[in-house]
């Protein structure tokens, strides 16, 4: 039985396009409502399109979709109707962080200040600013933490949109301190207000807010227009949450080999990638370990082979010498002989490329990096797997700086 969020409280804040409600159940979390409206250059233009909070909350639903499923913490929860979505309450940090495409990434923050149109802040003007938000002073790490969000964020968006040939060319966003916690998540509504998009890198063929602040006179048919654009983001933006392309195969020299199979298909599936177990020895079976690599290259699905083979491990340089396709040892190292036993894994025939790991989580993340060349969604969930380690460690030193 879904959750009744009809119960509207407090406004919380309301801003130029989206209102957002405090849920009378439901502590914790709010009900971000978007608006028919348009703004640009800090209000100096405004104007009502129809429809444009329809299409605004399901641009955000599919962005948010995406980081969500790629494991990013951010507030939105899932939708709620046409124009709004549920999403946890967070009080805001008045930063905007701005990224933008180039040779190398460009990032600006901007100070929110209306009274001064949102004056340009440097690192050291955010540091010194010095405030506390939800509990949360924020510092140096604080400041980071945001950054390396900021730009993990962007990369991944710019990865998704490149494969529908679409450059995403600059993008900005907010963040906020999770109501009741120390913790920092994206907390802004992303849609067609947020960034900047060219199909083919062409300029020319801009389908974002810039149309409408490029107007020289904003009338009907202008507005029709970059309706019709913002709709076409909404449709492709949607194709973006793609199921995965590839899979991961691991054969197994011996059914005793199971549990070490499966700790590398655990880290597999939390990265979202299919996993398959198979029982084939090498030495034993020769016919049919090359069947069954006839039926996996036959499907025409991506596929890294992971071979698990302790003893002779004649499994994996034996799918190696049979296959384009990459193949990576990864044998269960047992207590006797184990070190001799490594060398068949790794002392290998020539003309033969199938590196050895030992460790089951290397295995399926080196699979993971193979696969995420050709797949956002992997590459996505990897770029995630590392903010948060990132982060996990700059928290894990404040704690022990603060524990002093």
Not at 6 to 20: F, H, Q
Not at 37 to 48: K, M
Not at 60 to 66: C, R, T, W
Not at 336 to 362: F, K, N, Y
Request: charged content about 25%; aromatic content about 8%; overall charge neutral.
């Amino acid at each position: 039985m879904s959750a009744d969020y009809s119960k509207l409280g407090a406004k919380v804040i309301e801003g130029k396009t989206k209102i957002v409600y405090d849920l009378v159940d439901h502590p914790g979390k709010v009900l971000i409502e978007s608006k028919d409206r348009i703004t640009a250059g800090n209000n100096a233009r405004a104007h009502d399109m129809e429809g444009k909070a329809k299409i605004s909350t399901a641009t955000a639903n599919s962005v948010f979709e995406l980081l969500n499923s790629a494991g990013l913490k951010t507030h939105w929860l899932h939708q709620h109707g046409d124009r709004s979505y549920i999403a946890y309450k967070c009080h805001m940090i008045p930063i905007e962080w701005v990224t933008r495409q180039g040779q190398l990434l460009l990032l600006r923050v901007f100070f929110f200040d209306d009274a001064n149109n949102d004056p340009q802040w440097s690192f050291e003007q955010c540091l010194a600013y010095g405030k506390s938000y939800g509990g949360l002073l924020i510092g140096r790490n604080e400041l980071q933490i945001m950054e390396k969000m900021t730009v993990a964020i962007f990369e991944i968006l710019e990865k998704a949109w490149a494969t529908l040939n679409c450059s995403l060319i600059d993008m900005k966003i907010e963040f906020g301190v999770k109501d009741g916690t120390n913790e920092i998540i994206l907390a802004d509504i992303i849609d067609s207000d947020s960034w900047r998009l060219w199909p083919s890198g062409d300029k020319r063929l801009m389908k974002d807010k810039q149309v409408y602040r490029n107007l020289q006179e904003v009338t009907s048919e202008a507005l029709d227009t970059v309706k019709r654009n913002f709709e076409w983001v909404a449709e492709r933006v949607a194709l973006l949450n793609t199921k995965p392309r590839g899979r991961v195969a691991i054969f197994m020299g011996s059914a005793s080999d199971t549990p070490h199979c499966e700790k590398i298909r655990t880290v597999c599936a939390s990265l979202g990638i299919p996993c398959e177990l198979r029982v084939s020895s090498a030495h034993k079976q020769t016919d049919q370990t090359m069947r069954l690599l006839g039926e996996y290259e036959g499907e025409g699905i991506p596929t890294v082979f992971i071979a698990v083979a302790g003893r002779s491990n004649g499994l994996g340089p034996v799918l190696s010498g049979n296959t384009s396709w990459p193949v990576i040892n990864c044998p269960p190292i047992s207590a006797d002989w184990g070190a001799q036993d490594v060398w068949s894994s790794l002392r290998l025939p020539s003309g033969l490329g199938c590196p050895t790991v030992t460790q089951p989580e290397a295995a399926a993340l080196a699979a993971a990096q193979i696969l995420g060349l050709n797949d956002h969604m992997v590459w996505a969930k990897l770029k995630v797997k590392q903010l948060n380690t990132w982060i996990s460690l700059v928290e894990a030193d404040r704690k022990v700086r603060d524990d002093k």
